[in-house]
Protein backbone atom coordinates (compact mmCIF):
# COMPACT_ATOMS: atom_id res chain seq x y z
CA UNK A 1 0.00 0.00 0.00
CA UNK A 2 3.34 2.02 0.15
CA UNK A 3 4.48 1.62 -3.09
CA UNK A 4 7.80 0.34 -1.94
CA UNK A 5 8.60 -1.87 -4.59
CA UNK A 6 12.01 -4.25 -4.33
CA UNK A 7 14.26 -4.07 -7.32
CA UNK A 8 16.95 -6.88 -8.10
CA UNK A 9 20.19 -6.11 -8.52
CA UNK A 10 22.77 -8.27 -10.61
CA UNK A 11 21.89 -12.06 -10.04
CA UNK A 12 19.47 -11.93 -7.38
CA UNK A 13 16.54 -15.02 -8.15
CA UNK A 14 13.80 -16.95 -6.24
CA UNK A 15 14.82 -19.64 -5.33
CA UNK A 16 12.08 -22.95 -4.47
CA UNK A 17 13.96 -23.48 -1.06
CA UNK A 18 11.78 -22.35 2.15
CA UNK A 19 11.73 -22.66 5.42
CA UNK A 20 7.25 -23.17 5.74
CA UNK A 21 4.81 -24.60 3.37
CA UNK A 22 2.48 -21.80 4.25
CA UNK A 23 3.48 -18.00 5.72
CA UNK A 24 3.08 -18.09 9.41
CA UNK A 25 -0.37 -15.51 10.29
CA UNK A 26 -1.36 -15.19 6.45
CA UNK A 27 -1.85 -18.79 5.75
CA UNK A 28 -1.01 -18.66 2.27
CA UNK A 29 1.29 -20.86 0.00
CA UNK A 30 5.07 -20.10 0.74
CA UNK A 31 6.36 -21.18 -2.48
CA UNK A 32 10.08 -19.55 -2.71
CA UNK A 33 12.77 -17.08 -0.90
CA UNK A 34 15.12 -14.85 -2.29
CA UNK A 35 18.56 -16.26 -3.25
CA UNK A 36 21.86 -14.29 -3.04
CA UNK A 37 25.67 -14.92 -3.86
CA UNK A 38 27.17 -12.93 -1.41
CA UNK A 39 29.23 -11.21 -3.98
CA UNK A 40 27.10 -8.90 -5.28
CA UNK A 41 23.60 -9.68 -6.03
CA UNK A 42 20.53 -7.64 -3.46
CA UNK A 43 17.47 -5.84 -3.56
CA UNK A 44 16.48 -2.49 -2.84
CA UNK A 45 13.56 -0.31 -2.57
CA UNK A 46 14.29 3.86 -3.51
CA UNK A 47 14.06 5.77 -0.76
CA UNK A 48 10.62 7.08 0.56
CA UNK A 49 8.83 9.28 3.10
CA UNK A 50 7.64 6.06 4.41
CA UNK A 51 10.63 4.19 4.38
CA UNK A 52 11.20 6.38 7.56
CA UNK A 53 9.61 5.45 10.71
CA UNK A 54 10.32 8.02 13.08
CA UNK A 55 8.53 6.96 16.85
CA UNK A 56 8.72 3.22 16.73
CA UNK A 57 10.23 0.09 13.74
CA UNK A 58 10.59 -3.46 13.35
CA UNK A 59 12.74 -5.40 10.70
CA UNK A 60 12.56 -8.83 10.46
CA UNK A 61 13.58 -11.58 8.69
CA UNK A 62 13.89 -15.38 8.15
CA UNK A 63 17.43 -16.86 6.71
CA UNK A 64 19.16 -19.77 5.57
CA UNK A 65 22.82 -18.15 5.50
CA UNK A 66 25.50 -19.70 4.13
CA UNK A 67 27.93 -17.49 5.58
CA UNK A 68 27.55 -14.67 8.69
CA UNK A 69 27.76 -12.14 7.39
CA UNK A 70 26.72 -8.92 5.65
CA UNK A 71 23.57 -7.22 5.82
CA UNK A 72 20.06 -8.31 5.86
CA UNK A 73 18.35 -5.44 5.78
CA UNK A 74 20.19 -2.42 5.59
CA UNK A 75 19.50 1.90 5.70
CA UNK A 76 22.45 4.24 5.34
CA UNK A 77 23.10 7.78 7.04
CA UNK A 78 26.06 9.38 6.53
CA UNK A 79 28.69 7.36 7.63
CA UNK A 80 26.87 4.65 9.63
CA UNK A 81 23.26 3.13 9.44
CA UNK A 82 19.61 4.91 9.96
CA UNK A 83 19.01 1.05 10.36
CA UNK A 84 20.68 -2.30 9.67
CA UNK A 85 20.00 -5.85 10.88
CA UNK A 86 22.88 -8.32 9.78
CA UNK A 87 26.26 -9.38 11.00
CA UNK A 88 29.38 -8.43 12.59
CA UNK A 89 32.77 -9.38 11.75
CA UNK A 90 32.97 -12.80 13.81
CA UNK A 91 29.38 -13.80 12.68
CA UNK A 92 27.23 -12.51 15.64
CA UNK A 93 23.78 -10.92 14.69
CA UNK A 94 23.78 -7.26 15.01
CA UNK A 95 21.09 -4.54 15.21
CA UNK A 96 21.98 -0.95 14.42
CA UNK A 97 20.37 2.71 14.77
CA UNK A 98 21.61 5.77 14.16
CA UNK A 99 20.49 8.91 15.29
CA UNK A 100 20.89 12.44 13.33
CA UNK A 101 24.23 12.44 14.79
CA UNK A 102 25.34 9.94 12.69
CA UNK A 103 26.51 7.90 15.59
CA UNK A 104 25.67 4.26 15.77
CA UNK A 105 24.04 2.50 18.83
CA UNK A 106 24.71 -1.37 17.88
CA UNK A 107 23.27 -4.33 19.91
CA UNK A 108 25.23 -7.77 19.45
CA UNK A 109 24.06 -10.89 20.01
CA UNK A 110 24.72 -14.25 19.62
CA UNK A 111 27.05 -15.81 16.72
CA UNK A 112 24.34 -17.52 14.11
CA UNK A 113 24.89 -21.07 13.10
CA UNK A 114 24.40 -21.54 8.90
CA UNK A 115 23.00 -24.26 7.12
CA UNK A 116 19.35 -24.07 9.04
CA UNK A 117 16.90 -21.37 8.72
CA UNK A 118 16.42 -18.70 11.34
CA UNK A 119 14.39 -15.87 11.89
CA UNK A 120 16.07 -12.29 12.84
CA UNK A 121 14.89 -9.00 14.27
CA UNK A 122 14.97 -5.57 15.67
CA UNK A 123 12.66 -3.24 17.42
CA UNK A 124 13.25 -0.07 18.86
CA UNK A 125 9.63 1.63 21.11
CA UNK A 126 11.33 5.20 20.86
CA UNK A 127 12.99 4.38 24.32
CA UNK A 128 14.46 0.77 23.79
CA UNK A 129 16.19 -1.26 21.64
CA UNK A 130 15.82 -5.32 21.21
CA UNK A 131 17.49 -7.58 19.24
CA UNK A 132 15.52 -11.19 18.87
CA UNK A 133 16.78 -14.76 17.50
CA UNK A 134 13.98 -17.13 16.78
CA UNK A 135 11.64 -15.28 18.73
CA UNK A 136 14.23 -14.94 21.82
CA UNK A 137 15.16 -11.90 22.77
CA UNK A 138 19.26 -11.60 22.37
CA UNK A 139 20.45 -7.95 23.75
CA UNK A 140 18.67 -4.49 24.19
CA UNK A 141 20.03 -1.21 24.67
CA UNK A 142 18.16 2.46 25.37
CA UNK A 143 18.18 4.42 22.71
CA UNK A 144 16.08 7.89 22.78
CA UNK A 145 16.10 8.55 19.27
CA UNK A 146 14.89 9.76 16.90
CA UNK A 147 16.25 7.80 14.18
CA UNK A 148 18.82 10.04 11.44
CA UNK A 149 17.41 9.16 7.96
CA UNK A 150 19.06 10.42 4.39
CA UNK A 151 18.06 9.72 0.80
CA UNK A 152 19.12 6.65 0.80
CA UNK A 153 17.42 2.80 -0.71
CA UNK A 154 16.31 -0.04 1.98
CA UNK A 155 18.66 -2.57 0.93
CA UNK A 156 17.87 -6.51 1.39
CA UNK A 157 20.82 -8.67 1.22
CA UNK A 158 23.81 -6.38 1.16
CA UNK A 159 24.67 -2.41 2.28
CA UNK A 160 25.80 0.83 0.06
CA UNK A 161 28.10 3.71 0.71
CA UNK A 162 26.43 6.42 -0.86
CA UNK A 163 25.21 5.48 -4.23
CA UNK A 164 21.70 4.29 -4.98
CA UNK A 165 22.71 1.13 -5.74
CA UNK A 166 24.01 -2.29 -2.83
CA UNK A 167 28.08 -2.18 -3.27
CA UNK A 168 29.05 -3.82 0.07
CA UNK A 169 28.48 -5.75 2.43
CA UNK A 170 26.82 -8.58 1.07
CA UNK A 171 24.89 -11.61 2.45
CA UNK A 172 25.23 -15.26 1.17
CA UNK A 173 22.22 -17.62 1.34
CA UNK A 174 18.36 -17.29 1.28
CA UNK A 175 16.42 -14.34 2.67
CA UNK A 176 12.56 -15.04 3.57
CA UNK A 177 9.50 -12.90 5.15
CA UNK A 178 11.22 -9.37 5.13
CA UNK A 179 9.10 -7.04 7.07
CA UNK A 180 9.81 -2.95 8.42
CA UNK A 181 6.74 -2.08 10.28
CA UNK A 182 6.26 1.33 11.96
CA UNK A 183 5.61 0.09 15.13
CA UNK A 184 8.06 -2.20 17.75
CA UNK A 185 5.62 -5.37 17.65
CA UNK A 186 6.37 -8.32 19.94
CA UNK A 187 7.46 -11.59 19.31
CA UNK A 188 4.02 -13.31 18.88
CA UNK A 189 3.38 -10.49 16.08
CA UNK A 190 6.60 -11.38 14.01
CA UNK A 191 6.04 -14.10 10.96
CA UNK A 192 7.69 -16.77 12.75
CA UNK A 193 7.11 -20.38 12.25
CA UNK A 194 5.93 -22.75 15.33
CA UNK A 195 5.23 -21.46 18.41
CA UNK A 196 5.26 -17.69 19.36
CA UNK A 197 6.03 -15.95 23.44
CA UNK A 198 3.34 -13.91 23.16
CA UNK A 199 -0.39 -13.48 22.48
CA UNK A 200 -1.36 -13.23 18.64
CA UNK A 201 -1.70 -9.92 18.28
CA UNK A 202 -4.02 -8.08 15.33
CA UNK A 203 -2.63 -8.18 11.89
CA UNK A 204 -3.44 -4.27 10.74
CA UNK A 205 -0.04 -3.66 11.41
CA UNK A 206 1.87 -0.73 9.91
CA UNK A 207 3.63 -2.62 7.32
CA UNK A 208 5.93 -0.19 5.30
CA UNK A 209 7.84 -2.62 3.06
CA UNK A 210 7.25 -6.95 2.84
CA UNK A 211 9.17 -9.24 0.81
CA UNK A 212 7.20 -12.29 0.55
Known amino acids: GYGNHLQLVNEAQLSSETPWAIVPRYDFANASSLELDGTNDAVYAPDSPSLRPTTAITIEATILADAASGRVISKRLGAGASYA ?42 DDMRLYLDGALVGSLAFAGPI ?4 HPVVVGAGEAGSELPECCYFDGNIEEVRILGDAVPPGAFLIGGATTDAPVALDLPTILQLA
Open 148 to 151: GYAP
Open 85 to 126: LGFSGSGALTFTLSGADDVEHTITGPVVTTGSWRHVAGTWDG
